[in-house]
T-cell receptor, first 119, second 112 residues
Framework: GAVVSQHPSRVICKSGTSVKIECRSL??????MFWYRQFPKQSLMLMAT?????????EQGVEKDKFLINHASLTLSTLTVTSAHPEDSSFYIC???????????????FGPGTRLTVL | RKEVEQDPGPFNVPEGATVAFNCTYS??????FFWYRQDCRKEPKLLMS???SGNEDGRFTAQLNRASQYISLLIRDSKLSDSATYLC?????????????FGTGTQLKVEL
């Protein structure tokens, strides 16, 4: 149980294009999903917290107009990198938290990540 | 100062060795603590939670010292398959809910 999928797993695009990444919780409902970014040899950095049916909460320094997040259902959140540039090339990972699991609700289940390369 | 600090390593150890990783965190209000394991170009996976009383899961032992804001992970009888990056993770309760803060990770290489 508690599987999170991401699509696509890898994308290469030209500078200036927009890229949409999907994050799905496959066997549970996730009221909250998180989007992280990880540059080589660096830690995961939280970009934003996505709550179903409401606006995402962005971390300081993350441009909300560049990284559009939509969490329209309890099993799907999307991250759109608009007008991507080479400096946006990174490993984007989503996670989801199932508040039903009686583990204290703290555990986040991670998707396999999306590797974005902007040429 | 980073919120969660770890020695990046790498730690190169022979198979069967015991290795210890340390981590410090800056926010004294942090609520819960974890060790995650991340393989190269993969997502992080939860290894174990860390409790004040210390906890053990097979060859892995985690300790938390809240007074010193210090977390440790001990791996006994290292296996080749333990080679990975170990992430110290701290959970904080903020106005927006729970938030995980990751350390940069400590790389472990177990060799024959």
């Amino acid at each position: 149980g508690a599987v999170v999928s991401q699509h696509p797993s890898r994308v290469i695009c030209k500078s200036g294009t927009s890229v949409k990444i999907e994050c799905r919780s496959l066997d549970f409902q996730a009221t909250t999903m998180f989007w992280y970014r990880q540059f080589p040899k660096q830690s995961l950095m939280l970009m934003a917290t996505s709550n179903e049916g409401s606006k995402a909460t962005y971390e300081q320094g993350v441009e909300k107009d560049k990284f559009l997040i939509n969490h329209a259902s309890l099993t799907l959140s999307t991250l759109t990198v608009t007008s991507a540039h080479p400096e946006d090339s990174s490993f984007y990972i989503c996670s989801a938290r199932d508040m039903v699991i009686t583990s204290g609700g703290n555990e986040q289940f991670f998707g396999p990540g999306t590797r974005l390369t902007v040429l | 100062r980073k919120e969660v600090e770890q020695d990046p390593g790498p730690f190169n150890v022979p198979e069967g060795a015991t290795v210890a990783f340390n981590c410090t965190y800056s926010n004294s209000a942090s609520q819960s603590f974890f060790w995650y394991r991340q393989d190269c170009r993969k997502e992080p996976k939860l290894l174990m939670s860390v409790y004040s009383s210390g906890n053990e899961d097979g060859r892995f032992t985690a300790q938390l010292n809240r007074a010193s804001q210090y977390i440790s992970l001990l791996i006994r009888d290292s296996k080749l398959s333990d080679s990975a990056t170990y992430l110290c993770v701290v959970n904080e309760v903020t106005g927006g809910g729970n938030k995980l803060t990751f350390g940069t990770g400590t790389q472990l290489k177990v060799e024959l």
